[in-house]
């Protein structure tokens, strides 16, 4: 499945910002889905994931109460709505099928990252 990831900009501190990530496959019910990003000199950090279904929803601890992980399997894209955004936000963000794990290597496919920067 191929992955692209879109949204990506810059936005002032405690601004709001939604990321997409479409899917190449109408198999696409049928993965799990997450979100990682990685900032400069930094490894890559689970930032959310999401069942098959869109029942269950996993956040890191660092962006709980401020993400918010959904999907539509009738478009295949998955989205992440990010508020209250902060400087520590900025990293490059990617979308990956195949597991719902904070350990990237537990991903099967990989999208080809979108920017976020977040200005203080």
């Known amino acids: 499945v191929q992955l692209q990831a879109s949204g990506g900009g810059l936005v002032p501190a405690g601004g709001s910002l939604g990321l997409s990530c479409a899917a190449s496959?109408?198999?696409?019910?049928?993965?799990?889905m997450g979100w990682f990003r990685q900032a400069p000199g930094k490894e890559r950090e689970f930032v959310a994931g999401?069942?098959?279904?869109?029942?269950?929803?996993y956040y890191g601890d660092s962006v709980k109460g401020r993400f918010t992980i959904s999907r539509d399997n009738a478009k295949s894209t998955v989205y992440l709505q990010m508020n209250n955004l902060k400087p520590e936000d900025t990293a490059v963000y990617y979308c990956?099928?195949?597991?719902?794990?904070?350990?990237?290597?537990?991903?099967?496919?990989w999208g080809q990252g979108t920017q976020v920067t977040v200005s203080s």
């Open positions: 999401i069942s098959w279904s869109g029942g269950r929803t």
């Open positions: 990956a099928a195949g597991a719902v794990s904070p350990f990237p290597e537990t991903y099967d496919y």
């Open positions: 496959r109408r198999t696409f019910s049928r993965y799990t």
